[in-house]
């Protein structure tokens, strides 16, 4: 059976078409403001001052999240666990909403967020307001833990 030109250049289109894979994409992207959830509390993302993003370094996927405190915590469950150590975590500027690398820049407490977690980043070497704090990754880490674990006990108290 003798094949047609044109059977062999849909065919050989068709596999290089197939073996074209997504470009992976490590920086940060923008959310579908006020229609995506955060990825752990399942509130809209919509606060351009306090949002955050996880990517997986080894697929590009991103996640979402309307509070970084939200994204440090969804990090230390079991979805992240092969890639958590390796994964890109950005965060938005509450001054101007620009996508910051929290391992690259200032991670500072004080601040009015979303969930309550209090804490943002800022570009490194930015002086913090008055009454806000800078702090180390596991600083940070820990002070989300433990509003993480007020927020628990409240929960349990309420009648």
Not at 14 to 19: G, K, P, R
Not at 31 to 46: E, I, N
């Amino acid at each position: 059976m003798k094949k047609s030109p044109l059977f062999l250049s849909l065919f050989i289109s068709s596999l290089l078409l197939c073996s074209c894979g997504k470009e992976i994409t490590l920086s940060a992207e923008a959310p579908k403001w006020d229609v995506q959830t955060c990825d752990r509390c399942k509130m809209l993302v919509s606060d351009k001052k306090f949002s955050a993003q996880v990517v997986n370094p080894t697929d590009g996927k991103h996640f979402f999240f309307d509070d970084l405190g939200c994204a440090l915590m969804w990090l230390q469950g079991k979805e992240a666990k092969e890639w958590k150590d390796k994964a890109l975590i950005y965060a938005t500027d509450p001054r101007n909403g620009t996508w910051l690398n929290i391992k690259d820049n200032e991670l500072v407490s004080g601040y009015v967020t979303p969930m309550a977690y209090g804490i943002t980043v800022l570009p490194k070497g930015t002086k913090p307001e008055a009454g806000k704090k800078v702090l180390t990754f596991q600083e940070a880490l820990s002070e989300i833990e433990d509003v993480s674990k007020q927020k628990a006990a409240m929960k349990m108290h309420k009648h």
